[in-house]
């Protein structure tokens, strides 16, 4: 097939889904509104740079006319509605599949009356959306989507590529606590709390070695909380890493931890469980479909910066620590591997293509 594909160019989600649906022997092209280097197929920058975001999509709604018009795609596919989304019904793109983020749904569409307007305007337009947590349909379908429409299933992680390394498992409960960050240092994703949680460990005299990999407006933040907490020698920032250190950092962590205060199914948990880490994580919908509370880890509540430290000392001891490991790594085989995804996006993408129900 013929994929044109409209998203952010930078983002490294982008640039993931652009080389599955190459791989599979799709011709792709990308248009984006900022410029990407190497996302891995031909890629267009439209419209014009301006700085304000919404004059900035507005004005590449010809370029994507352009674009459908030379490329004359089989099926468009948009991620993330405010933006992409509403640039292909702008655009006249016809069939097209609709992939909502999470925060287009969660946060931006409950901004203000317009944003809520518009998000109706684009879910009502899109013949297929895809959504990645139930939460998110239910929002879909709140927001004016026709239920018929929304196909719910976890983007999914490279479960061969994140596994469980035979030699961390081995000297679990040796040395210090090896807890994992992988979140950006984001308000959303409360790395105060997380930094304060430490802090208390570190009162307690319990032993542990943090790693936070991720960058951020929060990083000058994150690293005066290390400071007010005197933690500084037991925590490393990483900032942004690739996805081979990722990979590393997964292998060598005993605990991943995620405080975010809003999410849909969120990577980063998927492949910490793919990976055979037990997440402690907060008790919010989209967690809750992957983690039940000392099952596949822990839950605790958003905000609760001593809850969150009990849980990590608690982890360190508790006899199901190994099973609830195993059941974590269980639940993403079965609901969790990208490679399902794809192929069933693929047979999905093949009936909307032919006019066909999906």
Same mark, same amino acid.
């Given at each position: !097939?013929?994929?044109?594909?409209?998203?952010?160019?930078? /983002?490294?989600?982008t640039?993931?889904?652009?080389?599955?649906?190459?791989?599979?022997?799709?011709?792709?092209?990308?248009?984006?509104?900022?410029?990407?280097?190497?996302?891995?197929?031909?890629?267009?920058?439209?419209?014009?740079?301006?700085?304000?975001?919404?004059?900035r999509y507005?004005?590449?709604?010809?370029?994507?006319?352009?674009?459908?018009?030379?490329?004359?795609?089989d099926?468009?596919?948009?991620h993330?509605?405010?933006?992409?989304? @509403?640039?292909?019904?702008?655009?006249g793109?016809?069939?097209?599949?609709?992939?909502?983020?999470? *925060?287009?749904?969660?946060?931006?569409?409950?901004?203000?009356?317009?944003?809520?307007?518009?998000?109706?305007?684009v879910?009502?337009?899109?013949?297929?959306?895809?959504?990645?947590?139930?939460?998110?349909?239910?929002?879909?379908?709140?927001?004016?989507?026709?239920?018929? *429409?929304?196909?719910?299933?976890?983007?999914?992680?490279?479960?061969?590529?994140?596994?469980?390394?035979?030699?961390?498992?081995?000297?679990?409960?040796?040395?210090?606590?090896?807890?994992?960050?992988?979140?950006?240092?984001?308000?959303?994703?409360?790395?105060?709390?997380?930094?304060?949680?430490?802090?208390?460990?570190?009162?307690?005299?319990?032993?542990?070695?943090?790693? !936070?990999?991720?960058?951020?407006? @929060?990083?000058?933040?994150?690293?005066?909380?290390i400071?007010?907490?005197?933690?500084? #020698?037991?925590?490393?920032?990483?900032g942004?890493? #690739?996805?081979?250190?990722?990979?590393?950092?997964?292998?060598n962590?005993?605990?991943?931890?995620?405080?975010?205060r809003?999410?849909?199914?969120?990577?980063?948990?998927?492949?910490?469980? *793919? /990976?055979?880490?037990?997440?402690?994580?907060?008790?919010?919908?989209?967690?809750?479909?992957?983690?039940?509370?000392?099952?596949?880890?822990?839950?605790?509540?958003?905000?609760?910066?001593?809850?969150?430290?009990?849980?990590?000392?608690?982890?360190?001891t508790?006899?199901?620590?190994?099973?609830?490991?195993?059941?974590?790594?269980?639940?993403?085989?079965?609901?969790g591997?990208?490679?399902?995804?794809?192929?069933?996006?693929?047979?999905?993408?093949?009936?909307?293509? *032919?006019?066909?129900?999906?």
């Amino acid at each position: !097939m013929r994929i044109l594909l409209l998203a952010h160019g930078p /983002s490294i989600h982008t640039r993931r889904w652009a080389a599955a649906y190459r791989s599979r022997g799709h011709d792709v092209l990308l248009l984006t509104a900022h410029e990407a280097k190497d996302a891995g197929v031909p890629t267009r920058v439209v419209g014009r740079p301006w700085p304000v975001k919404a004059l900035r999509y507005l004005s590449a709604v010809q370029d994507v006319r352009r674009g459908l018009l030379e490329f004359r795609p089989d099926v468009t596919i948009a991620h993330f509605l405010p933006n992409y989304g @509403l640039l292909a019904v702008l655009a006249g793109a016809r069939p097209w599949l609709l992939s909502c983020w999470g *925060s287009d749904l969660l946060v931006n569409a409950r901004r203000t009356p317009f944003h809520r307007a518009r998000a109706r305007f684009v879910l009502r337009k899109a013949p297929m959306i895809h959504v990645d947590a139930a939460n998110l349909s239910e929002a879909a379908v709140e927001l004016g989507a026709d239920p018929r *429409s929304v196909w719910t299933r976890a983007w999914g992680v490279d479960t061969a590529a994140f596994h469980p390394d035979g030699v961390a498992a081995a000297r679990a409960g040796q040395g210090p606590l090896r807890i994992l960050w992988t979140r950006q240092l984001e308000a959303v994703y409360d790395p105060e709390t997380f930094v304060r949680a430490l802090g208390l460990l570190k009162r307690r005299a319990f032993p542990f070695r943090a790693t !936070m990999a991720g960058s951020g407006p @929060l990083r000058p933040s994150v690293e005066t909380w290390i400071r007010e907490e005197g933690i500084a #020698g037991d925590v490393s920032l990483e900032g942004f890493v #690739g996805e081979d250190r990722l990979r590393e950092l997964y292998r060598n962590a005993d605990r991943y931890v995620s405080i975010s205060r809003s999410d849909s199914t969120s990577q980063s948990l998927l492949e910490a469980m *793919s /990976s055979g880490l037990l997440p402690i994580v907060t008790d919010i919908a989209g967690n809750r479909e992957w983690v039940t509370h000392r099952r596949e880890g822990y839950l605790v509540p958003v905000g609760d910066a001593e809850a969150l430290a009990c849980a990590i000392q608690e982890s360190a001891t508790d006899p199901e620590s190994g099973a609830m490991r195993a059941r974590a790594r269980a639940r993403v085989l079965d609901r969790g591997s990208f490679a399902d995804t794809l192929a069933e996006l693929d047979a999905r993408l093949q009936a909307l293509a *032919s006019g066909r129900s999906a």
